[in-house]
């Protein structure tokens, strides 16, 4: 267990140094923003207890607003997606349900699954964000489109982290 705690700490803590030193500095146009950061909350262990997800979920974006100097902004969309999070793994859930070892993986549950989660979680995480900070409709059509090409991007380096972490996956 203690292993299991080290490893997501250790995994969160890179994910947020990569995430402040390097995709923090693209901005093409400010239209795309990755923010991986969030895959420390998207990696936890599926049978992660709601509250322990809430917790972990306010200190990532704590931490991470306090470093960034955006308060309140990146805690309240990480703390959304920590809430929201069981709830999609009930409906994504694989008709057999999961297994008490299955983590959120594409080698563990197969890409299918794993799209589903990372794309609804992803975008639920940018659709909140952006608009918290757009905080009003006159940039509607702009932070929409804000949502798509940062949530695209942010997807497709959550699939690249993938398969260089696990290598080659089969298909579920």
Known sequence: MIRIILRQLLQAVILLIIQIFI???????????????VLAILYLPIQTPRWLV?????????????????????T???VFVGFIRPYVLKYISPRDGYDTESKASIKDMGLSWFLRYVVILIVAHHTFLFFVESFNAV???RTIGRIILSGLFTIT??????????????KR
């Open 157 to 170: 380096l959550t699939i690249l982290l993938q398969y260089l972490r696990f290598g080659k996956i089969s």
């Open 23 to 37: 995709l923090n500095n693209i901005g093409l146009g400010g239209y795309i923003n990755p923010y991986i950061y």
């Open 54 to 74: 809430q917790i972990l979920s306010f200190v990532l974006g704590f931490v991470f607003d306090a470093i960034v100097g955006t308060p309140g902004m990146h």
């Open 76 to 78: 309240s969309a990480c």
């Open 139 to 141: 940039n509607f059509f």
